[in-house]
T-cell receptor, first 120, second 111 residues
Framework: DAGVIQSPRHEVTEMGQEVTLRCKPI?????LFWYRQTMMRGLELLIY????????DSGMPEDRFSAKMPNASFSTLKIQPSEPRDSAVYFC??????????????????FGEGSRLTVL | DQQVKQNSPSLSVQEGRISILNCDYT??????FLWYKKYPAEGPTFLIS?????DKNEDGRFTVFLNKSAKHLSLHIVPSQPGDSAVYFC??????????FGTGTSLTVIP
């Protein structure tokens, strides 16, 4: 069974260029999350969707970042224009539910392998 | 502000001994906690979880302990194996909210 698929795995671009990261969640998962990994803040949530609808985008650093989920099997994270400080590993994750103590004992996120972005 | 903190960036343990990874949180409303393991160039994978209504959960060599009064949880790995060498992330969930992750602890198990 395929896991969460992200592309590209590596992206090197120059400052000012547009970057688009892609994610295909696990089929049947209703929740999709975009995270950014940095040394200072660990895994930082950027945005998450429930049934293709953005629920919380408060983690999106600024207007240069945007995310879409046009259907249940595809999401994009776009940075325009990109800056060197955007260099990081971006993870997409999906889940079938959220934790409900007493009812579910998992609710865990399934992560993709990440997209390593380097902005020169 | 970081709501989930892992104050030890790294930890080294001899093979066969116990590894103890610690995590502190600030929000008493968190009601679910998870540990993830991450190898280089891979995404994090779920390891073990615990609900706020429990104080211990065990799965094989892995046990998570929750001390709600201290807002502290820990992951114990016994016995530690070289394959356990990875970065471990602690995460917390609050109903109607999101997963909050710590900054990670890099565990090295020395053969």
């Amino acid at each position: 069974d395929a896991g969460v698929i992200q592309s590209p795995r590596h992206e090197v671009t120059e400052m000012g260029q547009e970057v688009t990261l892609r994610c295909k969640p696990i089929s049947g998962h209703d929740y999709l999350f975009w995270y950014r990994q940095t040394m200072m803040r660990g895994l930082e949530l950027l945005i998450y969707f429930n049934n293709n609808v953005p629920i919380d985008d408060s983690g999106m650093p600024e207007d240069r970042f945007s995310a879409k989920m046009p259907n249940a099997s595809f999401s994009t994270l776009k940075i325009q224009p990109s800056e060197p400080r955007d260099s990081a590993v971006y993870f997409c994750a999906s889940s079938s539910t959220v934790p409900i103590p007493g009812f579910f004992d998992t609710g865990e996120l399934f992560f993709g392998e990440g997209s390593r972005l380097t902005v020169l | 502000d970081q709501q989930v903190k892992q104050n030890s960036p790294s930890l080294s343990v001899q093979e066969g001994r116990i590894s103890i990874l610690n995590c502190d949180y600030t929000n008493s409303m968190f009601d679910y906690f998870l540990w993830y393991k991450k190898y280089p160039a891979e995404g994090p994978t779920f390891l073990i979880s615990i609900s706020s209504i429990k104080d211990k959960n065990e799965d094989g060599r892995f046990t998570v302990f929750l001390n709600k009064s201290a807002k502290h949880l820990s992951l114990h790995i016994v016995p530690s194996q070289p394959g356990d060498s990875a970065v471990y992330f602690c995460a917390a969930w609050r109903d109607g909210n999101q997963f909050y992750f710590g900054t990670g602890t890099s565990l090295t198990v020395i053969p």
